[in-house]
């Protein structure tokens, strides 16, 4: 193991109770967790170079496609991650051993029995979003082709959300460092090599993801596990009791609602993209995955929102609640607007990197700015995210996605009709606002409620 690895382990074993937040607290765990979530927008960017420099925007749109069916798969069950670290964040602070433990085995248990059944039901589930999704026919051969090699993933997808969730609740950063790189790295590796050296093209793609989240899984599993101290552990029977399954379940749902509403914005940005023609479509593409790359960005800093005010409200300390919050903001709007800048000054020549097909490079080019900016307009959203998962004020944040879904509906309808394209930009960017300030409102009276006496 590494100096590093000691360093982090030794450092967060120094027990419950009040804590200082600095900014090497935070830093400690926001650099790794944006150095490890970067090499995922890193994935997303290679494999559209991949399939861009194939040189048609068919096969283009048909990864956009099939990526957005994986969003609605996957990404719906990123209340597997977010539960997990929210739980084990309040254990660590409260110095229950024990009960991090048995969130890890609860959260593992229902990960692996979820990517099963979605592995079981995939055939229904492309059908399902090829309707929902409406792609033209040669769209929707490869997005078909992309969905059944990557759909083999699923069970070990999912377990690297719970495996994920369980480092970054006890704030170890630079495991989960280590683990993001391990997975992106070797799909990033395999998705040139199968992809264009093999010349297996999309389906190459997609095979490189299933290896990735394969090998991810097991050595992260073999991480989490060799860590555990035994004297700890719960008898199984305790781990599955009901009353202890019932709030996790409950904060899934209401996660889980969150996450699904999130990805339903993402959808139909995606469906009406399609009404403007597979070029649009394509460059909308390539702009959303410079708008990933900000979000990830920004994540690690949500990361350690999460990790700090989760502890905090399990050690009861609302002084380090308070400065965590206001640090974190403070790191996030400075990050926000420098991401910004650099997409405006080099978002044409990253365009170029990703695609050869000059016609969605001028499309993309004229809708490049406003991908930029989401980082400054998701900057509140992407922090109090992590804020609401770490006190696990679950009901709080589907209620307002629900209500910035709502806001982000009705501007579309005003904006797309009248603007095009870039009436479909400004809607996600007023989506992001929404979701940020929506949140922001409900902080103090939350918080006075966690805290009180």
Same mark, same amino acid.
């Given at each position: 193991?590494?100096?590093?690895?000691?360093?982090?382990?030794?450092?967060?074993?120094?027990?419950?109770?009040?804590?200082?937040?600095?900014?090497?607290?935070?830093?400690?765990?926001?650099?790794?967790?944006?150095?490890?979530?970067?090499?995922?927008?890193?994935?997303?960017?290679?494999?559209?170079?991949?399939?861009?420099?194939?040189?048609?925007?068919?096969?283009?749109?048909?990864?956009?496609?099939?990526?957005?069916?994986?969003?609605?798969?996957?990404?719906?069950?990123?209340?597997?991650?977010?539960?997990?670290?929210?739980?084990?964040?309040?254990?660590?602070?409260?110095?229950?051993?024990?009960?991090?433990?048995?969130?890890?085995?609860?959260?593992?248990?229902?990960?692996?029995?979820?990517?099963?059944?979605?592995?079981?039901?995939?055939?229904?589930?492309?059908?399902?979003?090829?309707?929902?999704?409406?792609?033209?026919?040669?769209?929707?051969?490869?997005?078909?082709?992309?969905?059944?090699?990557?759909?083999?993933?699923?069970?070990?997808?999912?377990?690297?959300?719970?495996?994920?969730?369980?480092?970054?609740?006890?704030?170890?950063?630079?495991?989960?460092?280590?683990?993001?790189?391990?997975?992106?790295?070797?799909?990033?590796?395999?998705?040139?090599?199968?992809?264009?050296?093999?010349?297996?093209?999309?389906?190459?793609?997609?095979?490189?993801?299933?290896?990735?989240?394969?090998?991810?899984?097991?050595?992260?599993?073999?991480?989490?596990?060799?860590?555990?101290?035994?004297?700890?552990?719960?008898? +199984?029977?305790?781990?599955?009791?009901?009353?202890?399954?019932?709030?996790?379940?409950?904060?899934?749902?209401?996660?889980?609602?969150?996450?699904?509403?999130?990805?339903?914005?993402?959808?139909?940005?995606?469906?009406?993209?399609?009404?403007?023609?597979?070029?649009?479509?394509?460059?909308?593409?390539?702009?959303?995955?410079?708008?990933?790359?900000?979000?990830?960005?920004?994540?690690?800093?949500?990361?350690?929102?999460?990790?700090?005010?989760?502890?905090?409200?399990?050690?009861?300390?609302?002084?380090?609640?308070?400065?965590?919050?206001?640090?974190?903001?403070?790191?996030?709007?400075?990050?926000?607007?420098?991401?910004?800048?650099?997409?405006?000054?080099?978002?044409?020549?990253?365009?170029?990197?990703?695609?050869?097909?000059?016609?969605?490079?001028?499309?993309?080019?004229?809708?490049?700015? +406003?991908?930029?900016?989401?980082?400054?307009?998701?900057?509140?959203?992407?922090?109090?995210?992590?804020?609401?998962?770490?006190?696990? +004020?679950?009901?709080?944040?589907?209620?307002?996605?629900?209500?910035?879904?709502?806001?982000?509906?009705?501007?579309?309808?005003?904006?797309?009709?009248?603007?095009?394209?870039?009436?479909?930009?400004?809607?996600?960017?007023?989506?992001?606002?929404?979701?940020?300030?929506?949140?922001?409102?409900?902080?103090?009276?939350?918080?006075?409620?966690?805290?009180?006496?």
């Amino acid at each position: 193991m590494t100096a590093a690895g000691n360093l982090e382990i030794d450092e967060n074993a120094r027990g419950a109770g009040p804590f200082l937040v600095t900014n090497r607290l935070i830093l400690s765990i926001a650099i790794p967790m944006t150095l490890g979530f970067l090499t995922t927008p890193l994935l997303g960017l290679v494999d559209t170079a991949v399939v861009g420099r194939l040189g048609q925007a068919t096969l283009l749109a048909g990864l956009a496609v099939g990526a957005i069916l994986f969003d609605l798969i996957f990404t719906t069950f990123n209340f597997l991650r977010a539960s997990t670290t929210g739980l084990v964040a309040q254990a660590f602070g409260r110095g229950d051993r024990a009960e991090e433990q048995a969130v890890f085995w609860r959260s593992l248990a229902i990960a692996l029995v979820s990517g099963t059944v979605a592995l079981l039901v995939s055939p229904i589930l492309l059908s399902l979003g090829l309707w929902l999704l409406a792609p033209g026919p040669e769209v929707a051969e490869v997005t078909r082709t992309y969905f059944l090699w990557r759909i083999l993933s699923s069970p070990f997808a999912l377990a690297n959300y719970a495996i994920l969730g369980f480092v970054l609740g006890r704030g170890q950063g630079t495991t989960g460092l280590l683990l993001q790189t391990l997975i992106n790295g070797i799909n990033v590796v395999l998705s040139i090599y199968l992809g264009l050296h093999l010349g297996w093209g999309v389906m190459g793609v997609a095979l490189a993801t299933v290896i990735g989240e394969t090998v991810g899984a097991l050595v992260g599993f073999a991480i989490v596990y060799a860590r555990f101290d035994r004297s700890s552990s719960l008898a +199984w029977k305790e781990v599955f009791s009901m009353d202890r399954l019932k709030p996790l379940f409950g904060l899934n749902r209401d996660i889980m609602i969150r996450s699904f509403v999130l990805l339903a914005a993402f959808t139909l940005m995606t469906r009406i993209g399609t009404s403007f023609g597979p070029v649009t479509l394509a460059a909308n593409a390539v702009l959303m995955t410079i708008f990933l790359v900000a979000g990830y960005y920004l994540d690690g800093l949500a990361n350690a929102a999460e990790q700090l005010t989760g502890r905090a409200i399990g050690a009861r300390f609302r002084p380090a609640f308070d400065r965590a919050l206001k640090m974190t903001a403070l790191w996030s709007f400075a990050l926000a607007a420098a991401t910004t800048v650099a997409f405006l000054d080099f978002g044409d020549r990253l365009i170029d990197t990703l695609t050869t097909a000059e016609d969605v490079r001028a499309v993309a080019y004229e809708f490049m700015p +406003w991908a930029a900016i989401t980082a400054v307009t998701g900057a509140l959203a992407f922090l109090m995210d992590g804020v609401f998962i770490g006190a696990t +004020w679950s009901r709080d944040m589907r209620n307002m996605m629900l209500l910035a879904f709502a806001g982000y509906a009705a501007s579309l309808l005003v904006l797309v009709p009248l603007f095009g394209n870039h009436g479909l930009w400004a809607g996600l960017n007023l989506f992001l606002l929404f979701r940020g300030l929506f949140l922001l409102a409900l902080v103090p009276r939350r918080a006075r409620t966690s805290f009180a006496s």
